[in-house]
């Protein structure tokens, strides 16, 4: 089984962090083919930034390696839907692996992030998958940090004492540290967090591989059929050939 992780954002040590978590996550005979952004942002935070990284992502699921499904490898899935029409293949956002795994395992959840701008796009992220009443809360860091590779190290017992916070005051069963940079995090904290913490790469990966086993047909009607056949300028070769059913 072949799994793209791709990452919309342009930060090579993010996935690499990413990619080490997924390996570790992955079953025997599991590929994961780690793919970044080759322009737009270091880390996605705004409603202008996840348009911007949707478009390149589609490019990027245009221009991949035969695969067996994807993995939007950014929390806040931008593009996910869009994706999900364009292509065959199983594609997972991390955003909705995550926060469906924790409604498994708890009534409501929270999310932990690393910085504040962040917030209001994952509430919107949250709404638009149906899952208001399931979410606890949004909770992020303030101020700045060094590194957006090693804010999860730098801040650390910050991102935990926010952890405890959103299960003391707002009621989280379950927790999600949120935000491609924060993988990982959660294998190192678990035993300070009072509640089960869900990773976002984690249960990307095992939901695809799930996915996969199940070996879904693409749909032919409903809201995410592919659409019919189009011509286009100025786009990728690859992304012109997929919108025009050339490729």
């Known amino acids: 089984m072949r799994i793209l992780l791709l990452n919309p954002n342009t930060s ?9 978590t997924a390996e570790a996550a992955a079953a025997p005979g599991t590929e994961l083919v780690p793919a970044t952004a080759p322009r737009g942002v270091p880390y996605i935070a705004t409603r202008a930034e996840a348009q911007i990284g949707g478009a390149i992502a589609l490019e990027m699921l245009a221009e991949a390696p035969p695969v067996d499904a994807a993995i939007l ?11 999900r029409e364009l292509f065959d293949f199983p ?6 692996a995550a926060m469906l795994s924790a409604c498994m395992l708890g ?3 929270g999310i932990v992030t690393f910085a504040g701008a962040l917030v209001p796009w994952y509430e919107e992220c949250v709404a638009a998958n149906g899952l208001a009443g399931r979410c606890a809360g949004v909770r992020a860091l303030e101020g700045r940090f060094a590194s957006l590779a ?7 017992a910050q991102l935990v004492e926010l952890a405890r916070a959103a299960v003391a005051q707002d009621g989280a069963d379950v927790l999600i540290f949120a935000g491609a940079p924060l993988s990982g995090l959660g294998a190192r904290v678990r035993e300070r967090v009072p509640v089960p913490v869900v990773d976002q790469v984690v249960a990307a990966v095992k939901l695809a591989e799930a996915l996969v086993a199940l070996r879904p047909r693409k749909a032919t009607a409903g809201t995410l059929r592919r659409p019919d056949p189009k011509p286009s300028l100025g786009l990728p070769a690859a992304l012109a050939a997929r919108l025009a059913h050339a490729g």
């Not at 594609?91 to 909705?96: K, M, T």
């Open 107 to 109: 009534r409501r959840f």
């Open 73 to 83: 490898a950014a929390f806040g899935d931008p593009g996910l839907v869009g994706a």
């Open 91 to 96: 594609i997972v956002g991390l955003a909705e």
């Open 150 to 156: 090693e804010v999860r190290d730098e801040k650390e």
């Open 12 to 20: 090579r040590d993010v996935t690499a962090l990413m990619r080490a």
